[in-house]
């Protein structure tokens, strides 16, 4: 009785199992395509972002960037919407970066060496001995040589102030030693923007869709790196109608980037 009700809708549901997929048009095949080339792209994108962040550390001082990952990106259409690509960018530590930091709470760093040397070269008085320490302080991180030269001139000149600026002016310090992480977001999502005027142009995106790219920080953080409590995703929306007066050149680049949508969730 009920195993022979069950047989029709059993037998339904293998032929449907067996029924085979319809077939890929040739439209479709060439969608996917650009798609897939945008991905790739987009992960470059991510990439050249690392490679940014790993030049402004190596001019600061002899910090390594950890990158334990790869970018990874996909690509979907949604009918009526536009194009979608979800980007995770790979997770960061600067394990000397934040070796120096703890060192200096515990007075143990660079910058409390410096001061401990800088008294001794003041006491004896050895022309030599301050020709060596202003030689050091030149290989030093400009960070530490910014606020050595800002309390030389709270306090005065001092025989270990090192060669004067043009100007007085005090060394730029770079804002990534100030917030790392949002100096990587910057890196990140500036390369993504440029990607999606520079390399979206293949993909049909009619006037009133978007193209929109989700990045965010993967979850999984390599051990030695400090744990992201402000991970977001950042979403990219560029409409269809912006893109389309771009690449005619109707506006320019510094305006098409303005249009471009930034939310953060």
């Known amino acids: 009785g009920g195993w022979a009700a069950m047989a029709p809708t059993i037998t339904g549901a293998v032929a449907l199992a067996q029924a085979p997929a319809p077939a890929i048009t040739a439209e479709q095949k060439q969608s996917r395509y650009q798609i897939g080339q945008m991905e790739r792209v987009l992960e470059g994108a991510v990439e050249h972002g690392v490679t940014n962040i790993r030049d402004r550390l190596q001019a600061l001082g002899p910090t390594e960037l950890l990158i334990t990952d790869n970018a990874r990106a996909r690509g979907f259409r949604l009918d009526g919407y536009g194009v979608f690509f979800d980007v995770v960018a790979p997770s960061f530590g600067t394990t000397v970066l934040w070796s120096m930091r703890t060192l200096d709470q515990n007075n143990l760093g660079l910058e409390s060496a410096l001061k ?136 320019s680049r510094d305006e098409a980037m303005t249009r471009i949508e930034v939310r953060v969730f």
């Open 116 to 251: 401990v040397l800088q008294a001794h070269v003041r006491d004896a008085g050895d022309v030599n001995l301050e020709q060596a320490l202003r030689r050091v302080e030149l290989q030093m991180n400009p960070m530490l040589l910014t606020r050595k030269s800002e309390g030389s001139a709270a306090a005065g000149p001092s025989a270990s102030a090192g060669p004067a600026r043009a100007g007085g002016a005090a060394p730029a310090v770079d804002a990534i030693l100030t917030d790392p992480n949002e100096a990587y977001r910057s890196e990140v999502t500036t390369a993504l923007m440029a990607a999606m005027l520079d390399y979206s142009s293949s993909i049909d995106i009619q006037p009133g869709e978007w193209l929109t790219v989700a990045v965010r920080r993967n979850d999984e953080r390599p051990r030695l790196a400090p744990a992201d409590s402000d991970a977001r995703t950042f979403v990219l929306r560029l409409r269809g109608s912006d893109r389309a007066a771009f690449l005619a050149r109707q506006i």
